[in-house]
């Protein structure tokens, strides 16, 4: 676990000395958008066309954010136009790498490179910042085109609408207003707040973020008691959003991020509506608990120094789910 830093690389865990022992996530740096026509988006620089073949994805199988990504090339049928590389689930002193001895990782497809870090610095050889995925990669420009998942996930959401002729969308204008705000509070609170139990270093800071998780796992509860999705009867990102948190829910969060007041399988309507969206065509096989399992227990050594792997829940994701 490290970052660049001007270029190079530094083996350090995240610092929480300075904040009180909370994890404070830092922002995304590669902020530009793949576009119907090439203009700019919303931010970074124009230039980006959606073409068939032309960009690639490097994501890990174990990280939500990354996940998100990975189901939107798949809803949005991106998987002959989009090529991906899938990172080891290992991630100790060099950061991501493309190790290829075992989990089913094949590397590099592009480059043959053996870390993520070169990835970064062939974009920009003086890089400084955290080596996340996923990365959404210009092999035109041969640059990071963004390392943000949430706005990744909206350009695959439209841009190559022309390349692929799907236009199912999960973003659609009239709900944007409504779809935003219950995004901002899954976020803070589950999807990062997940992360802000697990990797927290004092007491008070788990306190701080615990509470409010599973305030917001009571409220999706309810809510799910209505309606079938977030918005009602239309299936949007914001469900995507919340499904590859809620899948490591019991696998992962429970236990090793301490977010245990109770599990996923014990909100009725939250399970039956996690086990619908992995039922949906294409999802299934973007869930990997091999990777997800592995990954954060046997990386995060401050929190699992023995690297022991838990045997893991007995869940059956394939039972009905009886919601209509
Ligand atoms: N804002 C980013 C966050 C991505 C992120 O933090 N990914 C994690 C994996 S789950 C990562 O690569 N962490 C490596 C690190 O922080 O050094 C996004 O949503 O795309």
């Not at 073949?53 to 989009?82: N, Q």
């Not at 420009?141 to 190559?160: H, L, P």
């Not at 039956?272 to 039922?279: G, K, N, S, V």
């Amino acid at each position: 676990m490290g970052l660049l830093v001007n270029g190079v690389w530094q083996d350090k865990w995240y610092d929480t000395d300075s904040t009180g022992g909370k994890f404070q996530r830092a922002d995304a740096k590669f902020r530009n958008w793949v576009t119907a026509d090439g203009t700019a988006g919303p931010t970074g620089g124009a230039g980006f066309r959606a073409d068939s073949g032309r960009y690639h994805l490097y994501v890990s199988m174990a990280c939500p954010w990354a996940h998100r990504t990975l189901i939107f090339r798949e809803l949005k049928g991106l998987s002959d136009h989009i090529g991906i590389s899938v990172v080891h689930p290992d991630m100790l002193q060099d950061g991501w790498t493309f190790q290829t001895d075992d989990h089913g990782a094949r590397g590099d497809m592009l480059y043959g490179l053996p870390f993520a870090r070169d990835i970064y610095t062939r974009a920009d050889p003086t890089f400084s910042g955290r080596v996340t995925v996923p990365i959404l990669w210009d092999k035109e420009r041969g640059t990071i085109v963004s390392n943000e998942s949430s706005e990744i996930i909206r350009m695959f959401n439209a841009a190559f609408d022309e390349v692929t002729g799907n236009t199912a969308d999960y973003w659609p204008q009239q709900m944007r207003n409504a779809i935003d705000p219950v995004n901002a509070r899954i976020y803070d609170t589950l999807n990062n707040g997940v992360y802000k139990c697990g990797f927290a270093t004092s007491q008070q800071a788990y306190d701080a973020a615990i509470t409010p998780l599973f305030d917001t796992l009571d409220w999706l509860e309810a809510r799910l008691a209505d309606t079938r999705y977030l918005m009602g009867d239309a299936l949007t990102e914001a469900d995507w959003r919340l499904f590859t948190t809620l899948v490591r829910f019991d696998p992962v969060y429970h236990l090793h991020f301490k977010c245990n007041r109770k599990r996923l399988l014990d909100f009725a309507n939250l399970w039956a509506y996690t086990r619908e969206l992995f039922q949906m065509p294409g999802v299934a096989g973007t869930v990997n608990f091999d990777h997800i399992i592995r990954h954060y227990h046997y990386s995060h050594e401050t929190i699992n120094p023995n690297r022991i792997i838990p045997i893991g829940p007995e869940l059956d994701f394939m039972e009905p789910h009886g919601r209509s």
